[in-house]
């Protein structure tokens, strides 16, 4: 189910302010942090070029956000080194991208 459209509009002026704030301007031809949306998830990864190809792009994922619409509550969710994805957190939405950019744990940035 994909999400309502108010949410779709929160969604990216959240995650624009995020990304922007987290990635320094002078680095982005290193790194890129991007945020895709698909039905009630949005996941966020980061990106960086190839070593030995640096028109080539790796993407990794580094937590993922779902919504229910019923709750009207989001779930945050973090990936293992398997790419897995595994519970952390629910809340507002804004409270859990805090928590991924402090990163209390280390499970989200290493």
Request: with cysteine.
């Amino acid at each position: 189910m994909p999400l309502p459209e108010i949410e779709q509009h929160r969604v990216a002026k959240l995650f624009r302010a995020f990304i922007e704030k987290r990635v320094p301007p002078d680095v982005r031809d290193q790194v890129k942090l991007v945020c895709k949306v698909v039905g009630n998830r949005v996941t966020l990864s980061e990106c960086r070029p190839y070593y030995n190809d640096p028109s080539s792009w790796s993407e990794m994922p580094i937590a993922q956000f779902e919504y229910s619409a019923s709750a009207k509550v989001w779930s945050l969710y973090a990936y293992d080194r398997n790419d897995k994805r595994k519970s952390y957190s629910k809340g507002p939405l804004e409270q859990l991208i805090q928590e991924v950019d402090k990163d209390a744990t280390g499970i989200f940035w290493g």
